[in-house]
T-cell receptor, first 112, second 109 residues
Framework: IAGITQAPTSQILAAGRRMTLRCTQDMRHNAMYWYRQDLGLGLRLIHYSNTAGTTGKGEVPDGYSVSRANTDDFPLTLASAVPSQTSVYFC???????????FGPGTRLTVL | GQNIDQPTEMTATEGAIVQINCTYQTSGFNGLFWYQQHAGEAPTFLSYNVLDGLEEKGRFSSFLSRSKGYSYLLLKELQMKDSASYLCAVRDSNYQLIWGAGTKLIIKP
């Protein structure tokens, strides 16, 4: 693995189903983030984690949960998906120097 | 509230120069970032400014004026591969990144 990986690449999901988006990084970055990106809007922060074992809420956390059991993994769970959660989801991690964020390839999620 | 403004779309000609502006109003300032995002791909880091002035990186330069809440990204010798969206983001007093909606740059031959 080099950088950040996300899985799945894309998914179509029925409303009401539970879904976990996976994110793994191998850069040993302490901080990790989940964003959603919708057409015409900027990236919006869902949840973040400054270090393993801690998480925080971003701008649009409702309907989403995260966990950070170790440095490398930061899964995002939709407990009961709704159509408004149709979006592209990006995971990112940042170094501790300039806090530049590096992004995974994204997951395109469609909730029907 | 916090706000980042960028033009929605710009068009330029291959080989020319283009300047993409970004103005911001945020609660505190701890740096400004520019990212490039090709259609269907992830954002990739271009530049970081925390002090006033110009930072140059090859064909790309980024300028910051903190007193004016203003930055621009200057792209020289435009190539077709520069067709992408350019995202401006400001790190606020809580060290969270506030993102603009992005500027879609179209390069014509």
């Amino acid at each position: 693995i080099a950088g950040i990986t996300q899985a799945p690449t894309s998914q179509i999901l029925a409303a009401g189903r539970r879904m976990t988006l996976r994110c793994t990084q191998d850069m040993r970055h302490n901080a990790m983030y989940w964003y959603r990106q919708d057409l015409g809007l900027g990236l919006r922060l869902i949840h973040y984690s400054n270090t393993a074992g801690t998480t925080g809420k971003g701008e649009v956390p409702d309907g989403y949960s995260v966990s950070r059991a170790n440095t490398d993994d930061f899964p995002l769970t939709l407990a009961s998906a709704v159509p408004s959660q149709t979006s592209v989801y990006f995971c990112a991690s940042s170094d501790g120097v300039t806090d530049t964020q590096y992004f995974g390839p994204g997951t395109r999620l469609t909730v029907l | 509230g916090q706000n980042i403004d960028q033009p929605t779309e710009m068009t330029a000609t291959e080989g020319a120069i283009v300047q993409i502006n970004c103005t911001y109003q945020t609660s505190g300032f701890n740096g400004l970032f520019w990212y490039q995002q090709h259609a269907g791909e992830a954002p990739t880091f271009l530049s970081y400014n925390v002090l006033d002035g110009l930072e140059e990186k090859g064909r790309f330069s980024s300028f910051l004026s903190r007193s004016k809440g203003y930055s621009y990204l200057l792209l020289k010798e435009l190539q077709m591969k520069d067709s992408a969206s350019y995202l401006c983001a400001v790190r606020d007093s809580n060290y969270q990144l506030i993102w603009g909606a992005g500027t879609k740059l179209i390069i014509k031959p």
